[in-house]
Nanobody, 114 residues
Framework: QVQLVESGGGLVQAGGSLRLSCQASRTIFTINTMGWYRQPPGKQRELVAVITSGGSTNYADSVKGRFTASRDNAKNTAYLQMNSLKPEDTAIYYC????????WGQGAQVTVSS
């Protein structure tokens, strides 16, 4: 069973950038869909970004133009580059892989101060 380990969260001022990493315990070459959800304080988990094995991406309207999802199959790692961060981006971010069953990372806290 594949495991996902996230890193790269932290505290940043509004307008700043962070990059989240999601490293898998085995090759992601055969994993068609990976992506990111987030759960803001007191709210439900919401989809942020999806990336397929072919590199196609899809984003929530709230992050379009600011966030970029990518994946490096050679490193078994998916990334979420987050630019122009806003306080409302504050959340726990979870990466996932559709195997097809869903495997989750442990979550990474992102806090954006105003």
């Amino acid at each position: 069973q594949v495991q996902l380990v996230e890193s790269g969260g932290g505290l940043v001022q509004a307008g700043g950038s962070l990059r989240l990493s999601c490293q898998a315990s085995r090759t992601i070459f055969t994993i068609n869909t990976m992506g990111w959800y987030r759960q803001p304080p007191g709210k439900q988990r919401e989809l942020v970004a999806v990336i397929t094995s072919g590199g196609s991406t899809n984003y929530a309207d709230s992050v379009k133009g600011r966030f970029t999802a990518s994946r490096d199959n050679a490193k078994n790692t998916a990334y979420l580059q987050m630019n122009s961060l806003k306080p409302e981006d504050t959340a726990i971010y979870y990466c996932y892989a559709a195997i097809p069953n869903i495997i989750w990372g442990q979550g990474a806290q992102v806090t954006v101060s105003s």
